[in-house]
């Protein structure tokens, strides 16, 4: 059974620093792409990032770029998504997702496997 279990949220101060984790279970992380995705209350979820199965080519939205850093890691069969510079409008609920043969060229769309969320509070 494939599945994604996505860890590692938390309170964090203005400017701090947060490392997110997307454990993979049921297939190999480095076959698939994964996505890390946020949600707000009462706003659509919105794509952040997104790290091709193939040639591991990423993606950021805006307003994360130079901020925020996929990666992956093929022996901890795990991906990850370090957050920098923390802003109070990165408060959300961040989940990851997993999808097989999958080109990260844009926002990442149609994803089918996710993790359960993770909440992140950037707040003094």
């Known amino acids: 059974q494939l599945e994604v279990a996505d860890s590692g949220g938390g309170l964090v101060q203005p400017g701090g620093s947060l490392r997110l984790s997307c454990a993979a279970s049921?297939?190999?992380?480095?076959?698939?792409?994964i996505g890390w995705f946020r949600q707000v209350p009462g706003k659509a979820r919105e794509p952040i990032s997104c790290i091709s199965s193939s040639d591991s080519k990423t993606w950021y939205a805006d307003s994360v770029k130079g901020r925020f850093t996929i990666s992956r890691d093929s022996a901890k069969n795990a991906a990850y998504l370090q957050m920098s510079s923390l802003k109070p409008e990165d408060t959300a609920v961040y989940y990851c997702a997993a999808e097989i043969n999958y080109f990260c060229s844009g926002p990442p769309i149609g994803f089918d496997y996710w993790g359960q969320g993770t909440q992140v509070n950037v707040s003094t």
């Open positions: 049921g297939f190999a992380v480095a076959t698939y792409a």
